[in-house]
């Protein structure tokens, strides 16, 4: 069955990093523009980031994110990560990662990963 499994959530201290990994299985991530999404606790889905498969105006960082978070893709291990320094407590939240696709990021995703949680507190 078509998955995308998500890994490296964890409890962090302000000002600490985590890197967050979004694996394929069962197509390659190579054909897909990749969204990584987050839900803090009593907040609506808000969208994070989202990486177009070969780079254009649809990449996008949230505002209170750049600078901080970064983007990678592995192509040979089929696996996509989310680089996170310098955490805020307001990152607290479930991070989704989703894949669509084409060249570019779109709606409607195609897979969605199940989430993984990420808390920053002292």
């Known amino acids: 069955q078509l998955q995308l499994v998500e890994s490296g959530g964890d409890l962090v201290q302000p000002g600490g990093s985590l890197r967050l990994s979004c694996a394929a299985n069962?197509?390659?991530?190579?054909?897909?523009?990749i969204g990584w999404f987050r839900q803090a606790p009593g907040k609506e889905l808000e969208g994070v980031s989202c990486?177009?498969?070969?780079?254009?105006?649809?990449?996008y960082y949230l505002d209170s994110v750049k600078g901080r978070f970064t983007f990678s893709r592995d192509n040979a291990n089929n696996t996509v990560y989310l680089q996170m320094n310098s955490l805020k407590p307001e990152d607290t939240a479930v991070y989704y990662c989703a894949a669509v696709r084409g060249p570019m990021c779109s709606v409607p995703y195609d897979y969605w990963g199940q989430g993984t949680q990420v808390t920053v507190s002292s």
């Open positions: 069962g197509f390659h991530l190579d054909d897909y523009s």
């Open positions: 990486f177009s498969r070969s780079g254009g105006i649809s990449d």
